[in-house]
């Protein structure tokens, strides 16, 4: 059974940082582009990075370009988002996701097959 299991949440600080993990498991990590997204309360899940199979390729939302930055660690089966100078509005659930997709389809969460459960991140003004 497929398992991604996200830790690292916690509440900060604005301006501080928290560094997320994803941990997949049951999984050919390597042959899936990983995400991390985000739902905060009352708004839509929106992709904060992506990155491909090899992790040659990433990318961002605007809203967190500079700040975070998203790695991979296939030998680890690891995901990880670091992030730097939090803003309160970077307050939500944040999710790891993996998907035997392509590069041209990894922006849409639809796209993903498996989920992580979730962790908070709270930044406080």
């Known amino acids: 059974q497929v398992q991604l299991v996200e830790s690292g949440g916690g509440l900060v600080q604005a301006g501080d940082s928290l560094r997320l993990s994803c941990a997949a498991s049951?999984?050919?990590?390597?042959?899936?582009?990983m995400g991390w997204f985000r739902q905060a309360p009352g708004k839509e899940r929106e992709l904060v990075a992506t990155?491909?199979?090899?992790?040659?390729?990433?990318y961002y939302t605007d809203s967190v370009k500079g700040r975070f930055t998203i790695s991979r660690d296939n030998a680890k089966n690891t995901v990880t988002l670091q992030m730097n100078s939090l803003r309160p509005e970077d307050t939500a659930v944040y999710y790891c996701?993996?998907?035997?997709?392509?590069?041209?389809?990894?922006?849409?969460?639809?796209?993903?097959?498996?989920w992580g459960q979730g962790t908070q991140v709270t930044v406080s003004s």
């Open positions: 996701a993996a998907g035997l997709i392509t590069w041209g389809a990894a922006r849409q969460g639809r796209n993903y097959r498996y």
């Open positions: 990155i491909t199979q090899s992790g040659s390729h990433t």
């Open positions: 049951a999984l050919n990590f390597g042959a899936y582009n």
